[in-house]
């Protein structure tokens, strides 16, 4: 079985796994990164969305032999202490019921908010559509990444 030396949160991680392997599972079994979740297995809900340079990336499906060189950060690698504007916000805002989607939810508006500091209602919407809460608390969701990029 290959080595695979990943960039996880900011450190060098050696990792044994199939090439074929998901990230999702090298990083929840081989790492024990279980903030990630695995949800529909085939990148339609987003409870797997970790970022891989800076990019809000579905982990279910995307091979560890192609992650070489990359940037990986997940939701544990987001901020030291949990206090990212985006996981202050979804606080502030009591976002979560269940709470398995919400990392997802998470990385994905981080990534969104990186890269749009003034979103619409509409961008935000956009940005967010891709990942399902079992839930339904979008509203909350929403009303949390406008208040995170007033933060920001």
């Known amino acids: 079985m290959p080595n695979y030396t990943l960039n996880v ?3 060098q991680r050696q990792v044994t796994a199939d090439e074929d392997t998901p990230l999702l599972w090298v990083l ?3 790492l024990d990164l279980v903030g990630t979740k ?12 970790v970022h891989i340079d800076g990019v809000a990336m579905r982990s279910c499906q ?9 940037k990986i950060t997940t939701i ?7 206090k990212h504007p985006v996981q ?9 019921q269940c709470g398995y989607c919400q990392a997802g939810q998470i990385m994905t508006a981080s990534a ?32 949390a990444v406008k ?6």
């Open 62 to 70: 995307m091979q560890v032999s192609i992650l070489d060189g990359t």
């Open 112 to 143: 969104f908010l990186a890269e749009n500091k003034n979103p619409t209602e509409k961008e935000i919407r956009n940005a967010m559509h891709g990942n399902i809460c079992r839930c339904a608390s979008y509203n909350r969701i929403e009303k």
């Open 88 to 96: 202050e916000a979804w606080k502030t805002i009591d976002v979560p």
């Open 28 to 30: 929840r079994d081989e």
């Open 147 to 152: 208040l995170a990029a007033k933060n920001l």
């Open 76 to 82: 544990e690698g987001l901020s030291v202490d949990g």
């Open 9 to 11: 949160n900011g450190q």
């Open 38 to 49: 695995f949800g529909c297995g085939i990148a339609q809900c987003g409870a797997c969305t």
